[in-house]
């Protein structure tokens, strides 16, 4: 019995492998920007796992991926590569066009993201 249990889970654990389930593939990357380039995040993203809620595309073409909280210093800045942001949340790449200017914003993860005009 313990050798049938074994072998059904080993198969079923190979269905899963054998259909890409089961193992995280490389995220996708939608951004023309290089993967290099540096953006701006905060620390509530890298240190305290908040998940990004607002997005700015400046009107100098940097990016800065933030948790949406107001209280913002200097202290809080964080720089990583464009790359490291869609790691984080792959549903940056939704806004891969999004122009000069633009912000966008939402409420939790899995939210469409509303523009706005900076």
Same mark, same amino acid.
């Given at each position: 019995?313990?050798?049938?249990? #074994?072998?059904?889970? $080993?198969?079923?654990?190979?269905?899963?492998? #054998?259909?890409?389930?089961? +193992? +995280?593939?490389?995220?996708? *990357?939608?951004?023309?920007?290089?993967?290099?380039?540096?953006?701006?995040?905060?620390?509530? %993203?890298?240190?305290? !796992?908040? @998940?990004?809620?607002?997005? $700015?595309?400046?009107?100098?073409?940097?990016?800065? *991926?933030?948790?949406?909280?107001?209280?913002?210093?200097?202290?809080?800045? !964080?720089?990583?590569?464009? !790359?490291?942001? %869609?790691?984080?949340?792959?549903?940056?790449?939704?806004?891969?066009?999004?122009?000069?200017?633009?912000?966008? %914003?939402?409420?939790? %993860?899995?939210?469409?993201?509303? @523009?706005? !005009? #900076?």
């Amino acid at each position: 019995m313990t050798k049938r249990i #074994l072998l059904i889970t $080993i198969t079923f654990m190979s269905m899963l492998n #054998l259909f890409g389930q089961g +193992k +995280k593939g490389k995220p996708e *990357f939608k951004f023309s920007d290089a993967e290099n380039k540096a953006v701006f995040t905060c620390n509530h %993203v890298l240190d305290e !796992k908040n @998940p990004i809620l607002y997005a $700015i595309h400046d009107s100098d073409g940097d990016w800065q *991926f933030l948790c949406g909280l107001n209280e913002h210093t200097e202290g809080n800045a !964080k720089i990583i590569s464009l !790359k490291n942001a %869609v790691e984080l949340d792959n549903s940056l790449n939704d806004l891969f066009e999004m122009p000069l200017g633009v912000g966008a %914003v939402r409420n939790r %993860v899995g939210e469409k993201w509303k @523009p706005f !005009k #900076l």
